[in-house]
């Protein structure tokens, strides 16, 4: 059993067997995922790993699924004839807006319990919390616990992770928003970029002087 930031470990199999030989692993109690080979030497992958179903009441039967990146290379230095296999989060969230980002799975927008929330300058890896749901997340600005911050917006269309490029987004204004409450809304700079097998998404607040649309007569 290891846990995020553990060192690397050692592995071997109990035989000698260059095509037969494969692994698989589990999170957090859930089932194993699907085997794989270590001979993979140079190339990058994905894998889904089931997770553990939900306890909570509103999403009772639903079962998340864990997205890996996986990277398989040669070490350096005096583990050069040692193969080396890298496990991180397919998707990793950053928040820059410099308000409380939320987002959730597209589907389940109306469950609280199904929201990711990220205060400005969070770094959270993000996972699917419905198998059966679309592979799409929505994003909106809410207040900031804590402070007198009361500007919120409504979620935004889907958003497709595996999009490389950046990208504009717009944050709808809140619906049904009190009288004395913001109800603009905003132009978020959406950016995903790859490195490996894993993908980073950054969001950030659009420059004012440059608009999203364009109209040409």
């Known amino acids: 059993?290891?846990?995020?930031?553990?060192?690397?470990f050692m592995f071997s199999f109990d035989s000698v067997d260059l095509?037969?030989?494969?692994?698989?692993?589990?999170?957090?109690?859930?089932?194993?995922?699907?085997?794989?080979?270590?001979?993979?030497?140079?190339?990058?992958?994905?894998?889904?790993?089931?997770?553990k179903p939900s306890e909570v009441p509103a999403l009772k039967g639903t079962r998340p699924i864990h997205e890996f990146g996986m990277t398989f290379e040669l070490g350096l230095g005096q583990f050069s004839r040692s193969k080396m296999c890298s496990i991180v989060p397919?998707?990793?969230?950053?928040?820059?807006?410099?308000?409380?980002?939320?987002?959730v799975q597209t589907g389940l927008e109306k469950e609280p319990n199904a929201v990711?929330?990220?205060?400005?300058?969070?770094?959270?890896?993000?996972?699917?919390?419905?198998?059966k749901k679309p592979k799409t997340f929505l994003a909106r600005v809410?207040?900031?616990?804590?402070?007198?911050?009361?500007?919120?917006?409504?979620?935004?269309?889907?958003?497709?992770?595996?999009?490389?490029?950046t990208f504009s987004v717009r944050l709808p204004p809140e619906s049904g928003g009190m009288e004395d409450k913001p109800t603009e809304s905003l132009n978020v700079q959406v950016s995903v970029k790859l490195r490996k097998s894993a993908a980073f998404i950054v969001f950030r607040r659009e420059a004012e002087d440059e608009p999203q649309y364009a109209v040409d007569n």
Request: glycine residues 14%; contains cysteine.
């Open 1 to 8: 059993c290891e846990t995020p930031g553990d060192p690397p």
């Open 90 to 103: 397919r998707y990793t969230v950053v928040n820059r807006m410099g308000y409380t980002l939320q987002l």
């Open 116 to 131: 990711l929330e990220l205060k400005d300058g969070d770094l959270v890896p993000y996972h699917w919390m419905d198998e």
């Open 19 to 51: 095509t037969g030989n494969k692994v698989c692993f589990c999170v957090r109690g859930s089932d194993w995922g699907p085997p794989f080979s270590l001979e993979s030497m140079g190339t990058n992958g994905v894998l889904e790993v089931p997770g």
């Open 142 to 165: 809410v207040p900031t616990i804590g402070t007198h911050d009361t500007f919120a917006t409504g979620w935004s269309g889907s958003l497709q992770p595996e999009q490389v490029g």
